[in-house]
């Protein structure tokens, strides 16, 4: 196999891949945006901070040291670019960007190991100073030792939620409250997927304990109104209507926002992979096949950034998936067997999350008018309904074009989900036709002065 | 000045000093720009569209809410740029300045 392989990534499934290509003998180059390796889930904290593996990472305390470990283990058999963006793919050619030194790498295999975000659904007054994702709490904490705000409420769904509200409770800050737009049904329905894995679902359950010793206030099903504030001040409180119809005020001066995750799609995009609608999920995703070979060749993809199945899956579909470029390169591989029929069990486990719960598809068709899709631009629903009914904008690039909703500072990556369901919505078509907005380089902002590093 | 962010580990750092428009704070060792600000302010910038001030979104440099200018015009990403002795930042834009559209 030529040498050339590129991972981008430095997450679970990026230092799986990368150990998996050392062990047979190659010299992988890993690409990564941060400053440190880990990703996201197992960030690591600067350095001379002092807080032990079990004070950050809690149950996954010695995953997160095995990730790391690995990951030291393989720098001298490892080309390592930190702090380096991938600003953008051409064929066989990754672009890269160092602060602003500009260069370019070819490759003959590409694993895209890009993680996720938090998937996000507008609500009135999300443009609030205070206004974080689950993601970006954690972050704040994990990675800093600071919570977002002196009162904090955690509101949206998914496994987050709960790990966030409970991480905050145990270091000492005080969480005002707990909204989830999930039901208690919904998750009785999910518990034979969730039972696929019982050590995550215990997990969950003893997250729950510890929100309730603190005598945090739980409520499910409900339905976010407004997140209150001044333009100035910043957040003063939450409002939601309770399951049972009743408006339910939290004063507090910051919330954590997130409805589970969505995959980084931009850079299999710029590669040209194929992607296709996922019903389930409810969102546009690259089509992989079981070992994650893309539609392009020579480009696989794995970990959160094609499908959210979480950390654990993320180290096995990041090894898989190298294991799957080498046999393609004519090399000996052992070991595919039992990683895809590990991650089944993960798949039929994030089937079970995604159960419990659910995106909340339909609250975006019935936001306010006046309330911000896109809080990168103050772009209100209003407008983006208007672009669909008087510009005839059915198709998610169209309605961009003329509304801007998804041409701000973020690219689309939070208001892209719930704009196009408030386009299918107004233009009464479903999901799947109103399309998904294209990866456009460069993905994040690039400085105007690049030089090109001709040292490369 | 009112904190948005609140240190609840990792406080025995070493500090240093940064200026917040004009006024000079504490910044701890190991502190992103970004909580190097919002452990002394409440937020970060002014939206140019005139909805009011941002103190950031993600804080994993996907959102781009963070950007603020530094006195000598330079953009730095808050969230992933490590606070420096030194540094200067504006987060205020100064009147009739960037708001979008221009009257």
Known sequence: MAARVIVIGAGPAGVRAAQALA?????????????????????????????????????????????HATFDALRSRIDY????????????????VSGTRYHALKFDALI?????TDRLMPVKGWQHAGTYTLGGAQVALKSQGCAVGARTVMMGTGPLLYLVAAQYVKAGAQVCAVLDTSTALQRLRALPALLSIPASLWKGLALMRVLRRAKVPIHRGVRPVEIKGTPQGGVTGVAVKLQDGAMFERACDAVALGYHLRPETQLADLAGCEFHFDEASQQWLPHTDE??????????????????????????????????????AGMAVEGIDTLRAELQRFTRFAAGLRTAFPWPAGLAASVP?????????AITAGELRRVVREAGAR?????????????????????????????????????????????????????????????? | ????????????????????????????????????????????????????????????????DCWVWTTGGERLRACSTPAAPGMSIVTRLTEGEGIWPRG
């Open chain 1, 395 to 456: 198709e998610a690039n169209r309605a961009k074009a003329f509304s801007r909703v998804g041409m701000g500072r973020c690219q689309g990556r939070y208001c892209g989900h719930a704009g196009a369901e408030i386009i299918a919505a107004a233009a009464c078509v479903p999901l799947s036709a109103v399309g998904r907005l294209r990866g456009q380089a460069p993905v994040k902002p690039l400085p105007m002065a690049l030089v090109e590093d001709t040292c490369k």
């Open chain 1, 23 to 67: 062990g047979a003998g190659l010299r992988p180059t890993v690409i990564d945006e941060g400053r440190r390796d880990g990703g996201q889930i197992y960030r690591r904290q600067p350095e001379g901070f002092s807080r032990t593996y079990d004070a950050l990472y809690g149950t996954e305390a010695a995953r997160a040291a095995s990730v």
């Open chain 1, 369 to 377: 008018d006046d309330t911000l899709v896109c809080r990168c631009e």
């Open chain 2, 1 to 64: 000045m009112n904190a948005r962010f609140v240190r609840v580990a990792e406080t025995g750092r070493k500090t240093f000093p940064v200026t917040i428009d004009g006024v000079v704070c504490e910044a701890a060792e190991g502190d992103t720009l970004m909580v190097a600000l919002l452990t002394t302010v409440s937020a970060l910038r002014d939206s140019e569209f005139g909805d009011g001030r941002r103190a950031g979104f993600c804080l994993m440099g996907a959102c781009q």
């Open chain 1, 112 to 116: 895209v190991c890009s993680g996720a």
């Open chain 1, 81 to 96: 670019l930190p702090e380096t963006l991938v600003w953008n793919i051409s064929p066989g050619m990754v672009h890269l």
């Open chain 1, 291 to 328: 070992d994650g070979r893309s539609s392009v060749k020579g480009v696989y993809l794995a970990g959160d950034g094609a499908r959210v199945r979480g950390a654990d899956a993320a180290e096995r579909s990041g090894r898989l998936a190298a294991l799957a470029a080498m046999r393609d």
